[in-house]
């Protein structure tokens, strides 16, 4: 059950990583040039081939468009005997090879074994890489449960921004129509948007208290843009897709990537 597990995750993590070989590709060859959308577009492909365990197979492949021709074989009744005496002959040699394996093996009893303990050794790894996965899965995960709910708590303490008039303009240059709160906390070093039903965004004390008003507007923009893009509640699903996926390390860098 757990092997076939691995092996279903593994073949996910493989088919991902080509996907994603491509696209950080493109973005290194395109940079800034890469539309946005499409950009998200290609990274919710590979995210969904992390998690949904299914194989798509194309009715239009390449290899359904060509056509192999059978082959015909026309043999003359010589050949048909010369075909007959060659199988005679492979079969007597067949024969007295196996008689000479036979005679090796019963000369050799000592290394009946050594092939035995190869496949059991081999056996055991098999067995046990699984176990490391699952091990490995599940502590990243709840590292990452743990890790939100400290973070959740440190942010109770954050106190409205004085600057908070300036989201309704910003959201109405996105056309964002949601009821977004602004906050300042001396816990965090950089902006962050929090909560899945009553989002709000958090800025630093420091930058709250050192920027001017220009310099907010682009930033409230920024964490806007997010909001606006669920960015908040896909990066839950990125990092499940990352503690699935945790001994491949494009699935790191493309988790990385995908934040910027």
Same mark, same amino acid.
């Given at each position: 059950?757990?092997?076939?597990?691995? +092996?279903?995750?593994? +073949?996910?993590?493989?088919?991902?990583?080509?996907?994603?070989?491509?696209?950080?590709?493109? /973005?290194?060859?395109?940079?800034?040039?890469?539309?946005?959308?499409?950009?998200?577009?290609?990274?919710?492909?590979?995210?969904? /081939?992390?998690?949904?365990?299914i194989s798509m197979t194309s009715m239009f492949s390449v290899f359904n468009a060509i056509s192999v021709p059978k082959a015909t074989i026309i043999q003359s009744p010589d050949a048909d005997n010369r075909f007959s005496g060659s199988i005679d002959n492979m079969r007597t040699v067949a024969r007295n090879n196996s008689d000479n394996v036979e005679e090796y093996n019963t000369s050799s009893?000592?290394? +009946?074994?050594?092939?035995?303990?190869?496949?059991?050794?081999?056996?055991?790894?098999?067995?046990?890489?699984?176990?490391?996965?699952?091990?490995?899965?599940?502590?990243?995960?709840?590292?990452?449960?743990?890790?939100?709910?400290?973070?959740?708590?440190?942010?109770? +303490?954050?106190?409205?921004?004085?600057?908070?008039?300036?989201?309704?303009?910003?959201?109405?240059?996105?056309?964002?129509? /949601?009821?977004?709160?602004?906050?300042?906390?001396?816990?965090?070093?950089?902006?962050?948007?929090?909560?899945?039903l009553r989002t709000s965004i958090i800025l630093p004390l420091e930058l709250a208290q050192s920027s001017d008003e220009q310099e907010l507007k682009h930033i409230i923009t920024h964490e806007l843009v997010h909001i606006k893009r669920f960015d908040y509640m896909i990066k839950p699903i990125a990092v499940l897709a990352l503690c699935l996926h945790w001994f491949n390390p494009i699935v790191w860098l493309s988790f990385v990537l995908s934040l910027k």
């Open positions: 059950m757990l092997e076939n597990m691995f +092996e279903t995750v593994l +073949e996910m993590s493989i088919t991902a990583s080509v996907a994603a070989v491509v696209i950080i590709f493109f /973005r290194w060859l395109l940079g800034s040039k890469l539309p946005k959308i499409f950009s998200y577009a290609l990274w919710a492909i590979i995210l969904f /081939r992390l998690l949904v365990p009893p000592q290394s +009946e074994g050594a092939p035995e303990k190869q496949v059991v050794a081999r056996k055991g790894l098999i067995s046990v890489i699984p176990w490391v996965w699952l091990s490995g899965a599940v502590g990243l995960f709840v590292f990452s449960i743990f890790a939100y709910f400290r973070t959740s708590h440190s942010l109770r +303490e954050a106190v409205l921004c004085k600057h908070r008039a300036l989201v309704p303009l910003c959201s109405q240059n996105l056309s964002l129509k /949601r009821d977004v709160k602004i906050f300042m906390s001396e816990k965090i070093n950089t902006p962050v948007v929090c909560g899945l």
